[in-house]
């Protein structure tokens, strides 16, 4: 079973009524009101609102789904948006138009996991029925999972792994596909090409990090990872073939003594990136893929037309850079994706990768 990763993930149970039976359910637009932890307004802790009153979500595609959340977990990314971190570009994808002249994002519910039971299908579903168990991460710019029901379109969700309860799938689906699109998407790995490649994953004891070490080993990846010594044995018994201590020296000088790599995930950022690329085989399609990036902040400080500016110029430059010293520099970002939650399921279920608790 794949493990839960991070100690920070905390996965919410709701309670709540009980699903009807297949065929006799009742349609969601009977409700007008539900129960959702809310904010309206940026800031701390203390902008969190727990209402009985918010909006029930309604079915406005015919290719979307309402989900009853059975479970929901926390990310970084729900303390980063609370704070306000990416709202230019999240609010320029809900109200791409300007249609509405006031802030369309408030009230806002947080929560991007899921884990729960299908109660109602557009007219254009025909994958999900109401009754089935799903899974999903939702985009960053729609109404979150910290609510009784969630909307979430056909091709975000997924049918949760047999093996795993509500409450142990719902930490899952954020980071898993994360790590997906950074290592498939964007990386090029995948089952068929990944045996056998020296993969290094700094920052290897988080939420992405520990999936993405089951992941490539699952693949047949040999895996080195960079972590704490604190999380040395959680990494070593996920799979990881090196674990490396960065509190014990220099870290950039420990991994030049080992073998150089094809690929590298990049967690952490910062300093790393300016040392971490002349650790990969040079012309031989080795990749460097981070998921540090600077898009949304600079959206947030230059507006959305100057922050894209500036977000390409930054990463043409890296890219155009590398790549004539003969490495592959690249971003990855979270991306929804219920085909690609259908091949972590599959994962899962099959027992490919290790389980810890």
Known sequence: MLSRGAAGWRALRWAGRRPRARGLHASPRAWSAMPSWVIDRYGSNEVLRFTRDMVFPIIHFPNEVIIRVHA?????????????????????????????????????????????????????????????????????WKQGTLSEFVVASGNEVSFKPKCLSHIEAAALPYVGL??????????????????????????????????????????????????????????????????????????????????????ILDNVGGSTEKWALDLLKKWSGATYVTLVTPFLINMDKLGVADGMLQTGVTVGSKTLKHLLKGVHYRWAFFMPSGPSLDEIAELVDSGKTQEFS
């Open 178 to 263: 994360t790590a997906w699109s950074a290592l498939n998407q964007v990386g090029g790995l995948n089952k068929s090409n990944c045996s056998g490649k020296r993969v290094l994953i700094l920052g290897a004891s988080g939420g992405v990090g520990t999936f993405a070490v089951q992941l490539v080993k699952a693949w047949g990846a040999h895996v080195t990872a960079v972590c704490s010594h604190d999380a040395s044995t959680l990494v070593k018994k996920l799979g990881a073939d090196d674990v490396i201590d960065y509190k014990s020296g220099n870290l950039e000088e420990q991994l030049k003594t080992l073998p150089l790599f094809d690929f």
């Open 72 to 140: 929901a977990s926390l990310n970084p990314i729900d303390l980063s948006m609370r704070s306000g971190y990416g709202a230019t570009a999240l609010n320029m994808k809900r109200d791409p138009l300007k249609l509405k002249t006031e802030e369309t994002e408030f009230p806002l519910t947080l929560g991007r996991d899921v884990s729960g039971v299908v109660m109602e299908c557009g007219l254009s579903v025909s994958y999900f029925k109401p009754g089935d168990e799903v899974w999903a991460a939702i985009p960053l």
